[in-house]
């Protein structure tokens, strides 16, 4: 196992290269013009959210001063903790100071990067912006009404529209659940992450499995985990149950891939990605494809889109898809893919054969098991792809 996931690291690095772009900005930079923010500057490179806040293409960072950020500190918090706070200063969208003062009907609340850290329960990833008498604006972390507005804009301090946005405010903003002690990368439970946001019945498959390890293993050096809703993994569970352990291994190893990719880098860069079952003769990958806004993942027998963020916080992003990723290796191709939007008369039969190129161990037995019921597996999964396109369109809603 060791071996195969040093050598799907290596794949993948190349595949890694391929995605690096370059960047349009960069934080540390631009704050190291303006020596009153230098600790909040210094922290921000200490907790690696420059990194994450270089990688987004439209960002606003509510920039604190030296004596802000040292109230702040006195609360002595954890480093995991500080990252916690400071990611609630990054707002996931481009707010000018221009924009601050249009907001419609004067109150908002904006998305954070503590929303999509995972540890942000319910609505406390959000900040509250208002407009108030006087035209100043008022910045909350607790969007429960009524709460009092705590810190207030200061100036623009730089802007790029509309890639980033740098305003200072006045006060730190905090909230019980940013200041709960967290945890490190390596130390985040994965299975409960995924429980607690609509993938239990896969964190259930992986709590069972040698595969969780895997997962596991790869957190520290990057790992981007894509787990299909709890739905679709019901449906596919009678299916699931007929693989065997070696390949139950190899189908949730095939939902992981051993490097960070954050939504940004997969909606610019297409392409052939190695998983954590790739290893040896195994190929076991699928194809990054983009289309605007939607990522779509293609193994050769089912597409899959994401539809959300579990996590993410470099190294580790999980996303929830649509669909279980069946990988060639172990499942047959139900439908010829599809050329035109039509849905696919049921007289088109499943022609196209499963290029098994590897005779490995586990996937040769997989085939052997299947090869009996060929045409009723053709069947079965034309069954479950309908199964699964009824989920789906609660999903689009
Ligand atoms: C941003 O700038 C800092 C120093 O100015 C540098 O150390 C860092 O590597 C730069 N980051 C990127 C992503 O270019
Ligand atoms: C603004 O207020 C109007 C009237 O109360 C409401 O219909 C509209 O949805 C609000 N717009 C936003 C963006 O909240
Ligand atoms: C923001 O907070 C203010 C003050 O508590 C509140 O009046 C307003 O409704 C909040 N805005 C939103 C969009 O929740
Ligand atoms: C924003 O980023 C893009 C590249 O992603 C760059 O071409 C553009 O010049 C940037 N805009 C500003 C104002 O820096
Ligand atoms: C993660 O949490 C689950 C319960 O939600 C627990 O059973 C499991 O042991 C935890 N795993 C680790 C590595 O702490
Ligand atoms: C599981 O395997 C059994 C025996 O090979 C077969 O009868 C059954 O249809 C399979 N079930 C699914 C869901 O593929």
């Keep these: 196992m060791k071996l195969l996931t040093t050598t799907s690291l290596v794949l993948s690095f190349t595949f890694l290269l391929l995605l690096s772009t370059s960047h349009a900005h960069n934080i540390t930079t631009i704050l190291a013009k303006h020596p009153e923010f230098s600790t909040f500057n210094h922290y921000l490179s200490a907790t690696h959210l420059a990194n994450d806040i270089n990688r987004r293409q439209t960002i606003t960072v509510l920039a604190i001063d030296n004596a802000a950020m040292s109230s702040l500190l006195d609360k002595h918090l954890s480093l995991p903790t500080l990252k916690n706070v400071l ?191 790739t290893g040896g003769a195994s190929k076991y990958d699928f194809t990054v494809q983009n289309d605007g806004e939607i990522v779509r993942l293609e193994t050769k027998v089912v597409t899959a889109t994401i539809v959300g963020t579990l996590i993410d916080q470099d190294p580790l992003v999980v996303y929830k898809i649509n669909k279980v990723l069946l990988p060639i290796e172990l499942f047959k191709p139900s439908l010829a893919p599809a050329e035109s939007p039509k849905p696919s008369k049921k007289t088109k039969k499943g022609a196209a054969s499963p290029e098994a190129d590897g005779p490995a161990g586990d996937v040769e037995s997989a085939t052997a098991d299947h090869t009996n019921g060929a045409s009723e597996l053709c069947g079965s999964v034309k069954f479950f792809m309908v199964l699964l396109s009824l989920p789906m369109g609660f999903l689009a809603l």
């Design 87 to 277: 990611s609630l200063h990054v707002l996931v969208d481009y707010f000018g100071s221009k924009k601050l003062h249009q907001i419609t009907n004067g109150t908002t609340v904006a998305s954070s990067m503590f929303q999509a850290t995972g540890a942000a329960a319910g609505t406390s990833g959000y900040v509250n912006i208002t407009n108030l008498k006087g035209g100043k604006v008022g910045f909350g972390a607790d969007v429960t009404d009524g709460s009092p507005l705590h810190s207030f804009y200061v100036k623009s301090v730089d802007e790029l529209p509309y890639n980033i946005s740098v305003l200072q405010i006045s006060q730190g903003l905090t909230s019980a659940d940013a200041e709960a002690p967290t945890a490190a990368p390596s130390q985040v439970n994965l299975t409960s992450i995924m429980a607690k946001q609509g993938c239990k019945a896969f964190a259930d498959l992986l709590k069972a499995s040698k595969a969780l390890s895997t997962f596991e293993e790869n957190i520290d050096g990057g790992l981007t985990v894509f787990c299909p809703t709890d739905n679709v993994v019901k449906g596919f569970l009678p299916k699931y149950k007929n693989l065997t352990d070696a390949d139950k291994v190899a189908l949730l190893s095939y939902h992981g891939i051993p490097v960070y990719e954050s939504l940004q880098m997969l909606k610019s860069n297409n392409g052939v990605v190695n998983t954590l079952a």
